[in-house]
């Protein structure tokens, strides 16, 4: 029909911003092997969601920078996806939900 009641694609994430990308994966490595994603963000992100444990909530497609994006709305659930490189720094990212555009 003509479009009205579509529902655009959304996403929840969260994620941990650092300047270098050493940072980026020696963080990676210390969740791989147990630490927790949330603590982490709080000690080590430059993002002011870090307070929150990295947790971005939940947007729409379009909504972040491309690379971030991409991520996003593409990679696999519940995973920690990164170094993602945007001009902010280096991102660790965590897609914890996703609904598609129906």
């Not at 990295?54 to 659930?77: H, I, P």
């Amino acid at each position: 029909m003509f479009g009205f009641g579509k529902k655009q694609a959304t996403a929840s994430a969260r994620h941990i911003l650092v300047q270098d990308k050493g940072t980026c994966e020696r963080l990676k490595a210390e969740i791989e092997a147990g630490a927790d994603f949330a603590e982490l963000a709080k000690q080590h992100s430059a993002c002011p969601s870090g307070q929150r444990g990295g947790d971005l909530g939940s947007f729409g497609r379009g909504r972040m920078v491309k690379a971030f994006d991409d991520v996003v709305f593409e990679a696999a659930l519940n995973q920690v996806h990164g170094p993602v490189q945007t001009q902010f720094g280096y991102h660790l990212i965590e897609i914890t939900a996703r609904n598609e555009a129906r």
